[in-house]
């Protein structure tokens, strides 16, 4: 009986973002998705669309993204039962989850700056911790990999700004974490990288509140579906020529 | 009845690091200087130090470097009697407290992160909070200035590394602030300021674990006092040329 | 009668390396091929061997990589009379030629300085003039692009280190002239991008001179096919999410 | 009879910017000033000024910054009468002279790139030889240096933008020229630091197309003096904590 891939994802919104992409994406190519967000129909939506059009995914939902959940999350999935035959090998992980904020500092809450780095640090500390866990029972595959460990990064990984100090803190932190796992866990066949995505991305949200201009250009935003394409690019990297960091924008952006 | 500079600095350790060495050199250029740490004995000790030497210094302890702490520690200054004549104006506050934590990531655990951030982070928001509003309140000095802000911050600030997961997340973090604090509120004339140290620091601390030919060799580790005479240069730089960050390391450190 | 992409590199080498490597996919994905170099020997044996295999490839041979002779060699491309039928539309660039040199500083001669500056930066500016040019001539095709520009860099591009300082000049001027072209060029729909290659690639010149336990284990050496799938991944991103620079490193690299 | 400091700038335009104020400065401080430019007037009047002022200065004439020309003024420097009595000894040398250049890629000439890194660069290489070869014939003094090579850089040297690909390419190289050097020769307590001056400085130059609000107003733009102030803070560091590099920008740039 045959082991099926399995690529787990955490931070699907309401399903028209970057993590939903994946999924669907990762589906397509033969994984087993689990997908993790704090809305359960969100989830239930996705993974029904998904395993309506072929593929196998169920939803995870979460109270919060506190360490401790976010960890033992891990534990659920492991337990689930599939409905197709054959055991699941954790191949590909992805940390899409995050918690924006834009205000002036003075504006910025003792609770603010609490989420933001529960949110896109502890949480991904935790996430990554389950990860890095079920991939070191992996073998090393064709490509040379035990697993692949994925971070949506922002513009605020690599830059603060005048109304980014909560959100830059948190997404700067992230990415020294995935800078730290990628140069730890490189030497075991365990690829980390981390995207920095520098532009908007149409989704449902986006698009309420952009202008049609914006909306219609594709040359403006980014598409949730080519940064999954970026992303399943640098799962299959062999171990020849792996990439921690990538920048993804549109054609157009200003930079 | 004139006014007096008051310098704070939060984070002096045993009282033979940075934020000592600091305090000594800012009060003989005549400020004030209000000590934050958590341990008292270091405190009274330094400010006691400092008082004999005609400085004038109190220590204000802190239990813990939560949020509301750390900022509640703003009005305990505000509304302390100094012993010498006349008003104080906070001109210059540094935020050298940390956490350091250096270990495989499979090791660090939930407390380890949370530790770091809230040290790293959390507090360093408080912090500059308290600071940048006791700076609204001055006038532009004769360099240009209401205030200086200025973070002490690591190598771990630029670059993650295989044992420094937890701790470069903290300190990129604490980064992103002071980079988005320096583009918001540099505009009214308040300076902030971060100095990414990249070498050892010959400390009580090092000094007992470090070997002779490291704690004798002034090319190969930071003296504190060097450091502190950064912070004042940064501190006396003019409105016409600030500087954001600054790197200092031995003259034999390899990097 | 149709038009064929038209994929133009410089700095093939002895054949062995990343620019013969990009050269042979691109001709496989159906590329005609242009091959820029010094060595007239090696370009001839590199289009023998791809158009054995069922591609189109030329040669054109260049005296020197001056401004001058790079820039002309467009020229002789766009004159080129190739086998098949149908005209050539230049769609993707790679400026893969460089010049290394590894010395103590005050070893480094006038002439280590100039070559160094010559082939990785005035040369550079000479191709990516060519190249710019004949992707305005295009048509925006399907995936949003007029052309690519791919850059092959090196750590040396974003550190300079002791024995670096002649090629880490050349490097970083190089990244410049990169992140420039894919600033300006964006807007019109030309893709810029610099690949950071980050370790030794496996080639007849490194197998030379490496041991047997690096040449033996991909772990350790980057392949130059690896690197050409990633050239080739690049191209193919489509319009909402370019990437201008990504890293490449064996899986086992210490950085 | 005693050995006098000796201090050399090259690049002080019309002696109203960044290399003139750094020259008037260290002459304050009881250095010997070398003045390296190609405008002989521009030379002499400096000189005249500073020598007026109960300085001690001289001008070093070039035909141009190639290599040759640059690395044989240390010659001439070296071979020097000075008015006062005892031998010199350089310990400051400053690398000020550039080219900047402002254009879209497709204006920018084969001249104009050859212009950007001869003078940005290879002139930098034979200028840093010139000083290096000097100072190591020095004693490391009582900061524990040999002496300071201080490097005046840009924006432009750390972000590549639309019009600036052939002036980041030299201030790029530049750089890396400083961080290379850095490391090689710190190691031999030879100081080497890196000035990143973001905004544009008051100079008579600036001054006749900027207007008036500009001009007269100090948070808006650099002032030669403060840059040349923050150049003897370097100096005067001690080789416990030497800074490589430091921004400067005024304090209402944004950035």
Known sequence: MSTRPLFVVAGIGNGSGTGAAAARLFAQKGYRVALIARNADSLNRLAGEINSAGGEAAGFPISDYSYGATLSVFDNIAAHKWSSAGSSSLRVALWNAGSGVWKPFLDVTEK???????????????FSRGAVLAF?????DERGKRGTLLFTGATAAIRGNVTTSAFAA????????????AKEFGKENIHVTHAIIDGGILTDRSS???????I??????????S????????????????TWELDLRPAHEKW
Do not use: C, H
């Open 216 to 225: 219609n250009n594709p040359d403006l935003r980014l598409d949730a579906n």
């Open 112 to 126: 603010d700056v609490e989420t933001s780095l529960q949110t896109n640090v502890t949480a991904a500390f935790a």
């Open 136 to 140: 070191k029972q992996n073998d090393i």
């Open 208 to 214: 309420s509140y952009r202008d049609e201009a914006w």
């Open 170 to 181: 948190g997404k700067f932190g992230l990415r020294a974490l995935s800078q730290s796992l």
């Open 227 to 242: 940064i999954a394409k970026s992303y399943l690019y640098l799962v299959e990297q062999d171990r020849s020529a792996w």
